[in-house]
């Protein structure tokens, strides 16, 4: 079936310093892949919606600047959080759509990065 | 606009008891549906989806039919094991290719031996 790989699976960085997360597609091609922050004991938020060889669509209240976003080709997008501080700690977690599905599409999501800024 | 609804949980059972989790929706055309579960510390995993009215996904045990007149998507399983203890979303998409998922704000299940 279809994987999705993140990496890394958590990373502790210090306050100001910038964090690079990849979501990578390993056996399928997805033109669409989405960023989700999720905090202790709740749901997903959905960050950002990447798309392949254009701009992220970013969510209202999300700084795309904090939060870059580059997806260059159809199996890999990266997340970048910017001169990170305590409150950028959290579970990120990636989603790719893959491109070949038809009417019975599906999310694959990877296994999650957590962050922990110091 | 689109939103989910899950029951509060945290939801605790013994083992081999019957579960349910509560699952309404809100949305504008014909959507598909979905659970994930997701276990501690890891990412989320499709436990089964229904893209029409009637359908029922199944997976591990676990069913949910996709009610329109009710506009439901009950998860329910006969017979839980401890290892069933994760915290289950429920999820809606759109038919379209491009469109985004929309979670509830999911229920913690746990099951005690």
């Known amino acids: 079936g279809a994987v999705v790989s993140q990496h890394p699976s958590w990373v502790i960085c210090k306050s100001g310093t910038s964090v690079k997360i990849e979501c990578r597609s390993l056996?399928?091609?997805?033109?669409?892949m989405f960023w989700y922050r999720q905090f202790p004991k709740q749901s997903l938020m959905l960050m950002a919606t990447?798309?392949?060889?254009?701009?992220?669509?970013?969510e209202q209240g999300v700084e795309k600047d904090k939060f870059l976003i580059n997806h260059a080709s159809l199996t890999l997008s990266t997340l970048t959080v910017t001169s990170a501080h305590p409150e950028d700690s959290s579970f990120y977690i990636c989603?790719?759509?893959?491109?070949?599905?038809?009417?019975?599409?599906?999310?694959?999501f990877g296994s999650g990065t957590r962050l922990t800024v110091v | 606009g689109n939103s989910v609804t899950q029951m509060e949980g945290p939801v605790t059972l013994s083992e081999e008891a019957f579960l349910t989790i509560n699952c309404t929706y809100t949305?504008?055309?014909?959507?598909?549906l979905f659970w994930y579960v997701q276990y501690p510390g890891e990412g989320l995993q499709l436990l089964l989806k229904?893209?029409?009215?009637?359908d029922k996904g199944s997976n591990k045990g676990f069913e949910a039919t996709y009610r329109k007149e009710t506009t439901s998507f009950h998860l329910e399983k006969g017979s839980v094991q401890v290892s069933d203890s994760a915290v289950y979303f429920c999820?809606?998409?759109?038919?379209?290719?491009?469109?985004?998922?929309?979670f509830g704000q999911g229920t913690t299940l746990q099951v005690k031996p």
């Open positions: 229904a893209t029409k009215a009637d």
């Open positions: 990447s798309n392949e060889g254009s701009k992220a669509t970013y």
């Open positions: 999820a809606l998409g759109p038919r379209s290719n491009t469109g985004k998922l929309i």
């Open positions: 056996d399928f091609q997805a033109t669409t």
């Open positions: 989603s790719a759509r893959d491109r070949g599905a038809g009417a019975n599409y599906g999310y694959t």
């Open positions: 949305a504008t055309g014909y959507p598909s």
